[in-house]
């Protein structure tokens, strides 16, 4: 197969450009229920804590699922786990459009959308890691922006649809949404440059040398990597970056309500946060391919920590609508360098699978960061104590991240000549 005589451009561009669909598709939807979060609670009469459960019972599942669907691309390939997915997500929205108990919300939003798109910001992630090196991270900033852009769009649609045909009917179409941007974006997908017969950024293939390299790279084992003193810094990293954002992302919209904002402007504070992001991955992806990722990642988490405090005392409009800004600045360039610190240490062979099983330490931090402000709301009638426990973990993973090994002989591959030990 000739390869570029077929395409044009380096068909790993054409991967970027539909996981990025993906990602916005998925993400925007299910980034929304903070937008449905105040009419939810109204129309049911439950209290933050059990509304802010479902969606933390639905980010501890995102853990579980991804492990899975980790295992399944690296075995299968991400276009069929992918169109599985697609259909799941849409089946997911309708059948949450007719509930009307908190255990049914839980089943058919919390597990089912799990189910169907869980699993999906690592099976985009890792593919496309798979298709690039020396542009690695600023693939990675790209494929970010679905997820940020996503959230842009789908907010203020879903704060529309919600009041204009209720929310009912809001999930009902969003349901179909889905199915009409996720299956087609799933049979763009391919495994790797191999597939098509070209070489990582459209280098030229060779069999013979990829394949002494494979077996370089996966000549550790999974136990191994765990064992690793690296795999639990990044554990803890995930852990305490994603109990932060989804303690923002799932709160950020009532607290605006809170202090005076209607729900169209509530919702517009989020979008402004998800567009903010959508630059700074693109910008921090092309830095993270030029300095050392793991201090760019230290000084966006810091940063995110110091903004937590700003939001404890912002109580007028303008205070919220610059802890967006700020904190969408900081997230958004973190979790580009993140994701390819990860690819550094533990190479690409097997790195659906790796990063299915930190996203347990993502899934349980997400689920927690969301519940605990709402017991603490609850309880105290203020998000005050929460936030200064999200800016505190933060600034101990910078200590975390500073440790880890990005050249750690086991994991280590030709590509990483360039990057210092510590």
């Known amino acids: 197969m000739n390869y570029k005589k077929r395409f044009s451009i380096f068909y790993g561009w054409y991967i970027v450009a539909a996981g990025t669909l993906l990602l916005a598709t998925c993400f925007g939807i299910s980034y929304s229920f903070s937008v449905y979060f105040p009419v939810l609670q109204s129309d049911f009469s439950w209290n933050r804590a059990a509304t802010s459960g479902v969606f933390s019972l639905y980010l501890v599942l995102v853990g579980f699922f991804?492990?899975?669907?980790?295992?399944?691309?690296?075995?299968?390939?991400?276009?069929?786990?992918?169109?599985?997915?697609?259909?799941?997500?849409?089946?997911?929205?309708?059948?949450?459009?007719q509930v009307h108990a908190l255990w049914q919300f839980y089943l058919s939003y919390s597990v089912l959308l799990a189910a169907g798109t869980g699993g999906m910001y690592i099976i985009v992630m890792s593919t496309a890691s798979r298709w690039f090196?020396?542009?690695?991270?600023?693939?990675?900033?790209?494929?970010?922006?679905?997820?940020?852009?996503?959230?842009?769009v789908m907010a203020p649609v879903s704060a529309w649809l919600i009041e204009t045909y209720q929310w009912r009917s809001a999930y009902m179409l969003t349901g179909i949404l889905a199915w009409i941007l996720i299956i087609p974006g799933a049979m763009v997908l391919k495994k790797d440059p191999a597939e098509i017969g070209a070489g990582?950024?459209?280098?030229?293939?060779?069999?013979?040398?990829?394949?002494?390299?494979?077996?370089?790279?996966?000549?550790?084992?999974?136990v191994e990597a765990i064992k690793s003193p690296s795999f639990s810094y990044l554990n803890f990293v995930w852990f305490w970056f994603s109990f932060c954002l989804y303690m923002v992302i799932t709160?950020?919209?009532?607290?605006?309500?809170?202090?005076?904002?209607?729900?169209?402007?509530?919702?517009?504070?989020?979008?402004?946060?998800?567009a903010v992001?959508?630059?700074?991955?693109?910008?921090?992806?092309?830095?993270?391919?030029?300095?050392?990722?793991?201090?760019?990642?230290a000084a966006s988490?810091?940063?995110m920590a110091l903004s937590m405090i700003w939001l404890t005392s912002a109580d007028q409009s303008?205070?919220?609508?610059?802890?967006?800004?700020?904190?969408?600045?900081?997230?958004?360039?973190?979790?580009?360098?993140?994701?390819?610190?990860?690819?550094?240490?533990?190479?690409?062979?097997?790195?659906?699978?790796?990063?299915?099983?930190?996203?347990?330490?993502?899934?349980?931090?997400?689920?927690?960061?969301?519940?605990?402000?709402?017991?603490?709301?609850?309880?105290?009638?203020?998000?005050?104590?929460?936030?200064?426990?999200?800016?505190?973990?933060?600034?101990?993973?910078?200590?975390?991240?500073?440790?880890?090994?990005?050249?750690?002989?086991?994991?280590?591959?030709?590509?990483?000549?360039?990057?210092?030990k510590i």
């Open 66 to 97: 991804s492990i899975l669907c980790g295992r399944a691309i690296d075995r299968f390939g991400p276009k069929p786990v992918v169109l599985i997915m697609g259909v799941v997500t849409g089946i997911s929205f309708i059948l949450t459009a």
């Open 133 to 152: 090196n020396r542009k690695r991270a600023t693939a990675m900033g790209i494929l970010g922006t679905g997820a940020s852009l996503g959230s842009v």
């Open 200 to 222: 990582l950024d459209g280098d030229p293939y060779f069999p013979t040398e990829s394949n002494s390299e494979a077996e370089k790279i996966t000549a550790f084992s999974i």
């Open 251 to 274: 709160h950020l919209v009532p607290r605006a309500q809170d202090i005076g904002l209607d729900p169209m402007r509530a919702a517009g504070v989020m979008s402004l946060l998800m």
């Open 277 to 297: 992001s959508a630059a700074s991955r693109v910008i921090g992806g092309m830095a993270a391919d030029i300095v050392d990722k793991r201090k760019l990642l």
């Open 301 to 303: 988490i810091t940063a």
């Open 318 to 420: 303008w205070k919220i609508y610059l802890f967006a800004i700020l904190f969408g600045m900081v997230f958004g360039g973190g979790d580009t360098s993140l994701i390819a610190v990860v690819t550094d240490v533990f190479g690409t062979a097997k790195i659906g699978t790796m990063m299915g099983i930190l996203m347990i330490s993502w899934g349980l931090g997400s689920a927690a960061g969301p519940y605990l402000a709402g017991c603490v709301f609850d309880y105290t009638g203020s998000y005050g104590w929460a936030f200064i426990i999200a800016c505190g973990g933060l600034l101990l993973s910078t200590f975390a991240i500073l440790r880890i090994k990005i050249t750690d002989g086991r994991f280590y591959t030709a590509c990483h000549n360039n990057v210092p």
